[in-house]
């Protein structure tokens, strides 16, 4: 009945050890489209406690930024290295995309800007709210 007991717990073990952690499988896919001068969305709701891929993509002919100081400093970050040096944003080149895989950990609401071209009306808003409904 040991030995039993004892490969229950080593077959227990290797598969804690070998799969991934379970919220990394139900991560929630979140696309931002910049353009010439927006976010499409411009409101952005996340709730706490859930793992994010957020892919922003530029579909302008210039450079765009995800500035949200606030809210990345807010947040549970896979990969930091993903945000320009000082961690306030992201910037992304004209045609392409970046990704922010993230678990949102404070709730709040968040400024968002294109930091060259908020002047413009490039901007918005990022609420995450709290594990229970209406926080």
Not at 44 to 52: C, E, M, P, S, T
Request: aromatic share 8%; glycine share 10%.
């Amino acid at each position: 009945m040991q030995a039993l007991g004892r490969r229950a717990l080593c077959v227990a073990l290797l598969v804690m050890a070998v799969a991934p952690p379970a919220w990394s499988e139900t991560r929630q896919t979140v696309t931002v489209v910049m353009t010439e001068y927006r976010f499409n969305p411009a409101k952005l709701v996340f709730r706490v406690g859930r793992a994010y891929r957020l892919v922003l993509a530029n579909h302008g002919r210039e450079l765009h930024e995800f500035t949200a100081p606030a809210f990345l400093a807010a947040i549970a970050i896979d990969d930091p290295g993903v945000l320009t040096p000082g961690g306030h944003e992201i910037g992304v080149a004209p045609g392409k995309s970046r990704e922010l895989l993230f678990r949102a950990t404070r709730p709040g609401r968040y400024p968002l800007s294109c930091a060259d071209h908020d002047w413009a009306g490039m901007v918005g808003d990022i609420v995450v709210l709290g594990e229970r409904v209406g926080e």
